[in-house]
């Protein structure tokens, strides 16, 4: 299966609001389900920040959230802040039990 | 504190074979699923397989079955990764992943990563 599709980069001042999608191909069966996504700073390990389309880790900003719509997934970030800035994956579990990764979407604060 | 250490990596030629090993501490390491994923240098993450806590249930990228198995040793709090034929494009630093809650089956959502190992595939 072909990777998920993430723009290759967005960007926003600070304080703004940006979303980032993440879309599956025709091709596939579509039902992309339990999305989760990542951030990862230069030289470190991703962290989760969504889990299963809008769920939070204990520890996440508020300023994450997530939603899905047919085979689109997004990722806002709200207020955005200097230190939001990184690459960030979706990721999604398929209908043939493979797990793929989005291309990564790099963010730039302004 | 919960901690994930791989080992393992190094430079190996092509048709080569490597062990990645990924030990854990900080937590019930029996009662999650495990996971690798790795990431070739300046790209983005590639899943690659995963297991369930009690290996009932193992999973593999189409792009490592046949060639790459991964296992575990609950009594050593340890993932492994057996990995044969490697190519070139095998390059990467290799990340072992816990997943997010303890379940019988993985929920492939990874809240706990290793630092990671990198593997080098080269003549």
């Known amino acids: 299966q072909s990777a998920l599709t993430q723009p290759a980069s967005v960007s926003g001042s600070p304080g703004q609001s940006i979303t980032i999608s993440c879309t599956g191909t025709s091709s596939d069966a579509g039902d992309y389900e339990s999305v989760s996504w990542y951030q990862q700073r230069p030289g470190k390990a991703p962290k989760l920040m969504i889990y299963?389309?809008?769920n939070r880790p204990s520890g996440v900003s508020n300023r994450f959230s997530g939603s899905k719509s047919g085979n689109t997934a997004s990722l806002t970030i709200s207020g955005l802040q200097a230190e939001d800035e990184a690459h960030y994956y979706c990721s999604s579990f398929t209908t043939d039990t493979t797990q793929l990764f989005g291309g990564g979407t790099i963010l730039t604060v302004l | 504190e919960v901690q994930l250490v791989e080992s393992g990596g190094g430079l190996v030629k092509p048709g080569g074979s490597l062990r990645l090993s990924c030990a854990a501490s900080g937590f019930t390491f029996r009662t999650y699923s495990m996971n690798w994923v790795r990431q070739a240098p300046g790209k983005g993450l590639e899943w690659l397989s995963s297991i369930s806590s009690n290996s009932d249930y193992i999973y593999y990228a189409d792009s490592v079955k046949g060639r790459f198995s991964i296992s575990r040793d609950n009594a050593k709090n340890s993932l492994y990764l057996h990995m044969n034929s490697l190519r070139a494009e095998d390059t990467a630093v290799y990340y072992c992943?816990?997943?997010?809650?303890?379940?019988?089956?993985?929920?492939?959502?990874?809240?706990?990563w290793g630092q990671g190992t990198l593997v080098t595939v080269s003549s």
């Open positions: 992943a816990r997943d997010l809650a303890p379940a019988a089956v993985p929920s492939r959502w990874f809240d706990t």
């Open positions: 299963d389309v809008s």
